[in-house]
């Protein structure tokens, strides 16, 4: 490269981070952060509380330190970690057993609304990540879901993002980013991903192009969002075998290999920096191009 030419990397430095859906080091929202963080991002997150206090406890005790590590010798630490429950847009909404509950009670404010408020305190936000995905049915078929199970599945991992474009919207600087997580199954059929989860993903997608549209022209904000392959995070062990999806992908991939998170990470800061400040409500495939084939690899390609 000639001297006289500049080195594009991702800069962050100065921006104000939100990762929405980090419980554990093991998910793609923990990846996320560690990119946001290593291109010079402060970075804070929000946690279901079911599983805050535990998050909490492994970071006092060192249970982390080793997957918090950044390049350069330093180590990721959280600005904040706020308590969300994506389930609810406001306190109103919370039913009184929620709010009563031992895991609850003493969390303030833990909707998005809490988020809203806490992004405000803080001055602000300029990348926010949407890495929230539960459906209670999602080991279910379709055909065996409920009204109430499917209903969950979209509440909480698609509307919850138009709620977080909605509320954290107006605290974003302008040129803002919103990135969300999808999966395949919001244009193919993946059999054992039921409950509702594929109807959700393919509302994510959806809404994400007509929300880059509406928080575009209202902000200047850009959302977009990343179907990233399969991936043995603790949440998608849950619902069913993943090794199987994931060595089936492999086969199937026009690079013959699993993903890793720190791909989806990295298309992530990408995403979020200003080097792609002309994408706005595209989904990015981070699957090694398994989205892009329609039969099975030859054993050999001339």
Not at 212 to 234: D, F, T
Not at 278 to 289: A, F, K, P, Q, W
Request: glycine share 10%; hydrophobic share 45%; net charge neutral.
């Amino acid at each position: 490269m000639r001297e006289d030419h500049a080195v594009l990397a991702i800069d962050l430095t100065g921006k104000r981070a939100w990762v929405a859906g980090v419980a554990d080091e093991r998910g793609f929202g923990f990846a996320i952060a560690k990119a946001l963080a290593a291109a010079g991002a402060t970075v804070s997150i929000a946690t279901w509380p079911p599983l805050l206090k535990l998050l909490q406890l492994r970071l006092a005790r060192g249970r982390l330190d080793e997957a918090l590590a950044l390049p350069g010798g330093t180590q990721l630490a959280f600005a904040q970690i706020q308590p969300l429950d994506a389930a609810y847009d406001c306190l109103a909404d919370v039913p009184a057993e929620v709010r009563d509950h031992r895991r609850y009670r003493d969390l303030g404010d833990f909707t998005i609304a809490g988020l809203a408020a806490a992004v405000a305190a803080s001055g602000g936000v300029d990348l926010v990540v949407h890495s929230l995905a539960n459906g209670p049915e999602a080991r279910c078929p379709l055909l065996g879901t409920s009204r109430a199970g499917y209903l969950a599945a979209v509440s909480v991992s698609a509307y919850s993002h138009v709620s977080l474009v909605r509320q954290l919207g107006p605290h974003m600087r302008p040129g803002g980013s919103f990135v969300a997580l999808s999966y395949l199954a919001a244009a193919r059929a993946i059999p054992g991903y039921g409950g509702g989860m594929s109807s959700a993903k393919a509302a994510l997608e959806s809404d994400a192009r007509v929300l880059a549209y509406e928080a575009g022209r209202r902000w200047g904000h850009r959302v977009n969002a990343i179907s990233a392959g399969p991936y043995a995070s603790r949440g998608a062990e849950a619902i069913g075998p993943i090794d199987q999806m994931i060595a089936h992908t492999s086969r199937m991939s026009p690079l013959p290999r699993a993903i890793t998170a720190e791909q989806v990470a990295m298309a992530a800061a990408f995403l979020s920096s200003g080097l792609a400040s002309g994408i706005t409500g595209t989904v990015m495939y981070v699957d090694h191009g398994y989205a892009a084939m329609g039969a099975p690899p030859r054993e050999a390609v001339p």
